[in-house]
């Protein structure tokens, strides 16, 4: 039976015949996969490099109170809203298509941060799923001045391959979107 199926595999391999349709039928599939998760991780990059500009761009506003307090009394008064619109605004390609919109794909937490007693936030990361009912934000805290705190920004956004490569290997939600966090951590600075 070895000596059989040996002797075949040596006619297969001495065949000139029809062989680079077999290799082009292995190779090119892999190669073209390849492709295009290279392309999928290079626009995740790409997203991921603008919300963390968005939130530091945002965080900075913030942490030295630039015309943010009107009122001068040292309390940043600002509400989910505001500063997921302040994202949004700095962090240009995050906005763009209606399915990408930041404005209803992004969630923020803030929390203010114990420095000598540590406890991060939660690692269930709260972010909107389109498939389920809106609930509301969770965990968005002001600060005072020299409060520690810390901000985690979360967006979906559909994948460009989602049939293939990376796009197939992400945790997609119910509507089929793809999570991207960011965090960052800064200190109000006194008025």
């Known amino acids: 039976m070895i000596r059989r199926i040996s002797s075949c595999l040596k006619r297969f391999r001495k065949d000139e015949e029809g062989h680079m349709i077999i290799e082009f039928a292995i190779i090119v599939p892999a190669i073209f996969s390849m492709f295009l998760a290279s392309v999928e991780f290079g626009i995740y990059s790409m997203r991921q490099m603008f919300l963390d500009r968005g939130l530091d761009v945002t965080v900075r506003a913030i942490r030295l109170n ?14 989910h809203n505001t500063v997921k619109q302040m994202i949004c605004d700095a962090s240009g390609v995050l906005n763009t298509g209606p399915a990408n919109n930041c404005d209803h794909t992004l969630r923020l937490e803030m929390e203010p941060i114990d420095p ?5 936030l939660s690692d269930d990361i709260d972010c909107v799923d389109i498939s389920e009912p809106i609930n509301p934000p969770r965990g968005f805290t002001n600060g005072v001045e020299h409060q520690l705190m810390i901000m985690r920004a979360c967006v979906k956004f559909d994948p460009v391959f989602p049939s293939t490569g990376l796009g197939f290997a992400f945790d997609k939600d119910g509507a089929g979107k793809v999570m991207m966090v960011s965090m960052s951590a800064f200190v109000q600075e006194p008025i």
Not at 66 to 78: H, K, M, P, R
Not at 116 to 120: E, R
Request: cysteine-free.
């Open 66 to 79: 630039t015309g943010i307090d009107e009122d001068n009394d040292g309390v940043v008064d600002l509400d």
């Open 116 to 120: 000598f007693n540590y406890v991060g």
